[in-house]
């Protein structure tokens, strides 16, 4: 494939068969999951997987099932998005989000939002009702207002969960410790979603409430293009884990360029980045991708990663820890 062949909309092809995988974030560990929390997590993915996959089935576009799943578990407070953001150092809860659709390469993002319910929905209005790709703090805010997104107060993201990792990862500021924690979701659980649609376009979102005790107006990769989020014809990737270093090897974008210009297989080139190249970096975290045939990866170095996937075979799994890897 030539450089334009992989960079330009896709062209019609023969009807696909949909494939959805969405995620709930790495560095989950056995010794924060009771055999309960197990079940509402994976019962959370379920219906977040269902979601989607039935607007793949009804024959709508791969971006209204990234949405359609990523709300489910923004409302969800297990999860680091939405409802369950984790703080910032100063107590708030400020949210980033990105969709990209492949099919296009249109892109829209948000950061740094404090009262928008579902930043997945105004990063996609971002994407299709604005000329440019990236909003942030009150500007996105403002942008949400005239688009009718829906607002709430701050104490709607507020979950006592959260709170008391904020309280510990302060203490040991104080104590200028490391977190202990640093790679458990206490400080990761950014959720997202790539799809391939029935035409065979593919689209990518994530949202997240960044890291837990991030510093004023952090960004993390979540919603930068090309970092933790990425679509285009040939490749679709949402990325979790420690931003910085997700920036710093614009992980999702190198993904798809060796997916689509070199033809690396997606397994191969999703393991090489996130499993070898990040944490080469001292980084960690993990992926969910799709390609244009449908092949799935969902590499990890963190030991689980809430994850649940519908491939070729039609079949729904949901996993957390390294047993059940996607059969591609
Ligand atoms: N990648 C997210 C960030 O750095 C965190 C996560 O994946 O949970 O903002």
Redesign the pocket.
């Given at each position: 494939m030539a450089l334009s062949a992989a960079l330009r909309p896709a062209a019609a092809r023969a009807e696909a068969i949909p494939v959805l995988v969405i995620h709930g974030?790495?560095g989950v560990i056995k010794a924060d999951m009771s055999p309960e929390r197990q079940k509402i997590v994976k019962a959370a993915l379920a219906r977040a997987l269902d979601a989607g996959y039935a607007v793949l089935k009804a024959g709508k576009p791969a971006k209204d099932a990234v949405v359609a799943s990523i709300r489910v578990l923004e409302d969800d407070p297990n999860f680091?998005a939405g409802k369950g953001a984790v703080f910032t150092h100063d107590g708030h809860n400020e949210m980033?989000a990105a969709i990209m659709d492949g099919a296009t390469l249109q892109a829209g993002a948000v950061a740094g939002v404090r009262h928008v319910r579902n930043p997945i929905t105004l990063a996609r209005a971002v994407m299709e009702h604005s000329k440019h790709v990236l909003l942030i703090g009150q500007g996105a805010e403002a942008f949400a207002r005239a688009q009718d997104i829906d607002l709430v107060d701050p104490s709607y993201f507020w979950t006592r969960r959260r709170w008391d990792q904020l309280q510990k990862a302060l203490r040991e500021d104080a104590a200028h410790v490391r977190h202990a924690d640093e790679t458990t979701d206490r400080h990761?659980?950014?959720v997202g979603a790539v799809a391939l649609d029935r035409d065979g376009h593919l689209a990518a979102g994530t949202s997240?409430g960044?890291?837990t005790d991030k510093l004023w107006g952090r960004v993390?990769?979540?919603p930068l293009i090309g970092a933790?989020t990425y679509a285009n014809a040939g490749c679709a990737m949402s990325?979790?884990?420690?931003?910085e270093f997700?920036i710093r090897t614009v992980a999702a974008h190198e993904i798809c360029m060796r997916v689509t210009l070199l033809h690396e297989p997606l397994a191969h080139a999703a393991d090489d980045v996130i499993n070898h190249e990040i944490p080469a970096l001292g980084g960690n975290?993990g992926a969910i991708l799709v390609d244009a045939q449908g092949n799935i990866a969902t590499p990890f170095n963190t030991s689980g990663m809430y994850r649940a996937w519908i491939g070729r075979d039609g079949i729904s799994h949901v996993a957390i820890f390294a047993d059940g890897a996607p059969a591609q």
């Open positions: 974030g790495a680091n980033d990761f659980g950014t997240t960044g890291m993390g990769d979540s933790g990325g979790t884990g420690w931003g997700y975290g």
